[in-house]
Each structure stands twice: as structure tokens, then as C-alpha cells.
């Protein structure tokens, strides 16, 4: 089995009442989840990107045997979330919100110690477990491992709340937004160690969030959803190429003393036939190219073989690519307020 | 569920008000002095109402009034602890924002609101009765103040069992809906009037007395009253209730068993866990 999460056709709606008068209440439905399908391979870190009320934590909930679904259906290593609900809940670490959800008067050792037995850890092994989660999270280097859960800062909260979630040394861990609020020292911190926790622990992490630079930076793949549906699927680098209609070739040149500038433009134009121009550079001069998607790596070759042949040294290649949030923007057609 | 989760289970409760105790010094305090305040209370507005020769009067019984209201504050105390723990615990766990956490546990939630609560109901309450056993002695005598220090602890041990499912059905009610702490705020002292802890359920209505009758309360209150007067023996009929609580705790723990059960799903399809 390679996946360790499908998600098939899942729908999920919610029933609101609306108050219109002091005794009168109209009836909403809301559909939060539109028919969402989606796998999680073993071993990968895929996010689930999206706005504010996109249907992330809905999903993560249904996924987490918290939330029961309308239809279609999710599984966990094989184990249905609704039918199986207890098997999945052996196999799987959840955290929800990094600011809630311990005992505000029990240290995060202590707290630590408390949800281990709920989750049926007990004696040397959960002793060891605890001091190995505090440790590896970094909270005992803090100094804050017997500190009062209410005195810790977010980030220190987020710490904790990870731990918890790896108390039973799970297969797969389900994030939701992790980062939230966090500062950035304590992001990069957390995000290097669920990078390290796939790629080195074989763990399956699914998380939300909102931030594509975090989308970036730790997912292998990622899902856009928004309104309830899931509008495209894929590597960071293969969704900025799907939307990409071009990208900028930046080389970077130091022309010899003989080499005529403004030909050296002309004759790019002439053999890539893509938009060609030139500016200098405290470094040199700098050509920018754009490019098809599908054409980079060709022209990259040709305009160095050319450039060669012309008496220039080049001394950088770059591609700029989209970013992930021009690529969430150009998918959703959200642009803010 | 094996003895071994169930073990780990009872221990994380108790863990957890240890961990309570220590890292709260006043929440130690108030533990220690809430039965005598209760007391004071109860006593207090007694003595409003009449002096305690006027009471032995009414009663009809030659008894110290302290020590008939020691015994039924300790039941009447334990019966709303009940009730308000267990069923209370879910709110407690849901503004916390923990009680996901208690879901995705491997037990199904009821097993994990009730075990992890009893050490805690045990701990608390044999701590307030032990409390008052120098008073009873000193009013009673060492013999009489022991023995119905035993049986106080005997009736808050058997009045938890039909308790502890009762108030599961509690938290399972309170978990399906949303506006809960109001729920929780009227349906307790309902059940306490109902339970004739403020009115003889012999002088309620017809229909009001056959409510009383399946409420496990009833019966706690009951023998609150029995213990009280235990300077006549009364054995029997202490026997008697303790049977009726024993049958009603299986009653009430396989009915909170099967229905807290829904009251998760629904909570869980609504999305308000």
C-alpha cells in the first residue's frame, strides 16, 4: 500500500440557524466539503493549502475521526475513518491548535504524562517516550519542561503540541496549520524537524496551512482547495509550472571588451526567438529572457553556447519561477479583500 | 477493554488531580475546608429556623442535629459531585479545547470520562468524610463516630456507581448540544428537587414522585437520612437502598454506555466536538 491516506468524493455539510428575530431562526446549509479526493503517499509531507473557510480543517477533522462525513469516504493506512474509526486512531497523531488543548495548570511534562496514559502509555515507557519527545522538541533546551503549561509562549505551545501528537510514535501525523502565529525562529524550527520527521522517520505528515512559503518549503506535494473543492494537485514546482505561462531566464554575463552589447541582444533574439533585453549590473550585465515553461532548459543551452561563442563568461543562470502565492492566486482568483 | 488500559486509565486520573493539587496550593485549601463550610452552611440555616431541641421535636428522635446534618451534607455533597464531574467534564474538556484529544484516544469516551473520574470521586470524598470523623467523635463518641463515619463512606462508594452512568447520560446530552452550560445550570438543582433532597418526595405530586423514583439521587438522599439517624438501628432498610442503588447502577451504566456513544456521533456530525 503506497498511500497512506485516500480521500474519495468526500462531502461534508454543515446546518446553521441563522437568528432573523427574537423566537425565529432560518435553516443554512453549508457545504464545506464538495466531493474532495485526494491520496497522501507513505513517507510525504503534503499540504493542504487554502483561504479562511476553504474546508482544511473540516478535512483534517473527517481524516482525524473527529468530524463524521455526508459522503464519500477517507481511509488511514487502509482503515476507514468512520467504520474503523478506532484502528485509525492507533495509527495517527493530531494536532489541531497550537494554542489550546492542554491543562493550563500542569507543566508540559506533565501534560505530557497525563494524555500518555489516556493514550495507554504507562510506566518506564512513557517516562522514556516523554523525556525523548521533550528533548527532541527542544523544550527541556528551553528550560520550560516543568514550567506551568499557562506560562509557556506560542511557540513553546506548539512544542508541546506536536510532542503529544508523536506520543504514540505514529505512522502518520495530521497538522493543522502548526505554525499559526508563530514566531519566525520557532516556524523555521518546527518546520525543519517535520521535514526531518519524513524524510528520515519514514513519517506521513499531512498539514494545512495558509502560508505558501511553508507550503513551499516543506511539502512534497500540495492541494489547493477552496470552497470546499480541491482545485489542483501537485509538486510546489509542478503547480508553478502548470500556471506559469513564462518564466524569466536571468543569465548573468561579463562581455569582453570587444563584444558588441546591443548585437549580442539582437542575435539572442534572432536564434531563441523569445523577448530579449539587457541591463547592467554592479556585477556585469544582466540578460533577462522569457521563456515558455516547457523551453527552459533548451534555450538556457543556447543562449550559453551563444554567449560563449560571442567572447562572454557567464557567471550565473537563474529561472525565476512563480511563486507557489502567484500560483495560489492564479488558481483560486483570489486577490484579497 | 483489558485490566491493563483500564489501569492506565484509573492512573491518569488520579495523575491528573495530583498534578492539580500540587501545582494549585489554594485549590488544596478549598478541598480541605469545603465540607466544613457546606456544613456551616446547612447548620447555620438550620438554627434560622428553629433551635435543636425544636429539632429533635420534629424529628421525632433523639439525635446530636450536627451530626444528622454531617451525614447528609457528605451524601448530598457526593451525589452533586457527581454529577457535576462527570457531566461537567465534558464542557471543562470542550472549553479547553482538549476534549478532541480525549476522542482520539483508543478507549470509546464514556469509559475514559467515567474511570478517569473515579479516582478523583474516591480520593475527594474519602478525604471530606475522614474530615469529619473527629467531629462525629467528639459528638458521638469513638464507637458510634466511627461506624457512621464506615457507613458514610459505604454510601458514597455504592450512591457513585448508578451516579457515575446517570452523569454520563448528562455529558452525553450535554455534548449534542451547544448552549451546554445552561443545560447543566437548571437540570442539577431539577434533579436535586426531584430527589426530595429540599422536599419530601412523599408530599410531591403523583407524577413528580414517580420521576423521583428512577432518579439514583432519590435514593442517595435516602440514605443520607438513614445514616443520619443511625443511633436507631436501621440496617435494613440502609441494606435495602443500597440494593436498589447497585440495580440502578447497572441500569444507568449500560444505558450511558450505549448512548454516550450516540451523543458523540451526533456531536461529531454537527462538528461541535
Redesign the interface.
Known amino acids: 500500500m503506497d498511500n497512506a491516506i485516500e480521500v474519495r468524493n468526500l462531502v ?1 455539510r ?2 446553521t440557524y441563522e437568528r432573523k428575530g427574537f423566537l425565529t431562526k432560518v435553516k443554512r446549509i453549508v457545504e464545506a466539503l464538495k466531493g474532495i479526493d485526494f491520496d497522501v503517499k507513505r513517507g510525504e509531507i503534503f499540504g493542504l493549502l487554502g483561504p479562511n473557510g476553504a474546508g482544511k480543517t ?1 478535512t483534517v ?1 473527517i481524516i ?5 462525513p455526508d459522503g464519500g469516504y477517507a481511509k488511514v493506512l487502509g482503515y476507514d475513518v468512520v467504520e474503523e474509526a ?1 484502528e485509525v ?2 495509527v ?1 497523531g ?1 494536532s ?2 497550537v ?9 508540559g511534562r ?1 501534560n505530557l ?3 500518555g ?6 510506566g518506564e515507557r512513557l517516562k522514556k517516550r516523554v523525556e525523548y519527545l521533550l528533548d527532541k522538541l527542544g523544550l527541556k533546551k528551553l528550560g520550560v519542561a516543568d514550567k ?1 503549561y499557562e506560562e509557556y509562549s506560542l511557540g513553546m505551545k506548539a512544542r508541546l503540541s506536536l510532542a ?1 501528537a508523536l506520543l504514540l510514535d505514529p505512522e502518520v501525523l495530521i497538522l493543522d496549520e502548526p505554525t499559526l502565529g508563530l514566531d519566525p525562529p520557532s516556524a523555521r524550527a518546527l518546520r525543519e524537524f517535520l521535514v526531518k520527521l519524513a524524510h528520515e522517520f519514514n513519517k506521513t505528515v499531512l498539514v494545512t496551512t495558509h502560508n505558501m512559503f511553508e507550503a513551499e518549503m516543506i511539502c512534497d506535494r500540495v492541494a489547493i482547495i477552496d470552497e470546499g473543492r480541491i482545485l489542483s494537485i501537485g509538486s510546489p514546482r509542478e503547480l508553478k509550472l502548470k500556471v506559469a505561462d513564462n518564466m524569466a531566464l536571468e543569465i548573468l554575463i561579463l562581455p569582453s571588451v570587444a563584444t558588441n552589447l546591443d548585437k549580442l541582444v539582437e542575435v539572442l533574439r534572432e536564434k531563441t526567438d523569445v523577448t530579449c533585453s539587457m541591463i547592467s549590473d554592479v556585477n556585469g550585465y544582466r540578460l533577462k529572457l522569457i521563456v515558455p515553461p516547457n523551453r527552459v532548459e533548451e534555450l538556457t543551452s543556447i543562449s550559453v553556447r551563444l554567449l560563449h561563442k560571442l567572447g562572454c563568461s557567464v557567471r550565473r543562470v537563474e529561472v525565476k519561477e512563480p511563486t507557489l502565492e502567484d500560483v495560489f492566486i492564479k488558481i483560486t482568483g483570489k486577490k484579497g479583500f | 477493554m483489558k485490566m491493563g488500559k483500564i489501569r492506565t486509565l484509573l492512573k491518569s486520573g488520579i495523575l491528573l488531580d495530583l498534578y492539580f493539587l500540587k501545582n494549585n496550593k489554594s485549590n488544596l485549601i478549598a478541598m480541605l475546608i469545603w465540607p466544613y463550610l457546606m456544613l456551616g452552611l446547612v447548620v447555620g440555616m438550620g438554627f434560622l429556623f428553629g433551635s435543636p431541641s425544636a429539632f429533635k421535636r420534629n424529628i421525632g428522635l433523639d439525635i446530636n442535629p450536627i451530626a444528622y446534618f454531617v451525614a447528609s451534607t457528605v451524601v448530598m455533597m457526593a451525589s452533586i459531585s457527581v454529577m457535576w464531574e462527570v457531566g461537567g467534564n465534558v464542557l471543562f474538556l470542550r472549553w479547553l479545547g482538549i476534549l478532541p484529544y480525549v476522542i482520539v484516544a483508543p478507549h470509546r469516551m464514556s469509559i475514559t470520562l467515567v474511570l478517569s473520574y473515579v479516582p478523583r470521586y474516591l480520593f475527594f470524598m474519602f478525604i471530606q468524610v475522614v474530615e469529619f470523623l473527629p467531629l462525629l467523635v467528639l459528638l458521638e463518641g469513638v464507637t458510634a463516630g466511627v461506624i457512621k463515619t464506615l457507613i458514610m463512606l459505604l454510601a458514597v462508594t455504592v450512591g457513585m456507581l448508578p451516579l457515575l452512568g446517570f452523569s454520563a447520560l448528562f455529558a452525553s446530552l450535554l455534548l449534542m448540544v451547544k448552549e451546554e452550560s445552561n443545560i447543566l445550570n437548571w437540570l442539577n438543582p431539577i434533579v436535586l428537587i426531584f430527589s426530595g433532597a429540599l422536599y419530601p418526595t412523599s408530599l410531591m405530586p403523583y407524577w413528580m414522585w414517580l420521576v423521583s423514583r428512577v432518579l439514583p439521587t432519590t435514593y442517595t438522599v435516602e440514605l443520607a437520612r438513614i445514616i443520619a439517624l443511625i443511633g436507631s438501628p436501621q440496617l435494613a432498610p440502609i441494606t435495602f437502598l443500597i440494593g436498589i442503588l447497585m440495580g440502578l447502577a447497572v441500569v444507568y451504566n449500560i444505558l450511558s454506555y450505549m448512548l454516550i456513544g450516540a451523543g458523540e456521533k451526533r456531536a461529531m456530525k454537527r462538528g461541535i466536538i
Open positions: 461534508k454543515y446546518i473540516t477533522k482525524s475521526t473527529l468530524l463524521l478506532s486512531r492507533k495517527i493530531v489541531l491548535s494554542e489550546r488543548g492542554f491543562f493550563w495548570k500542569l507543566t506533565e504524562k497525563y494524555f496514559m489516556l493514550y495507554g502509555l504507562d506551568l503529544r
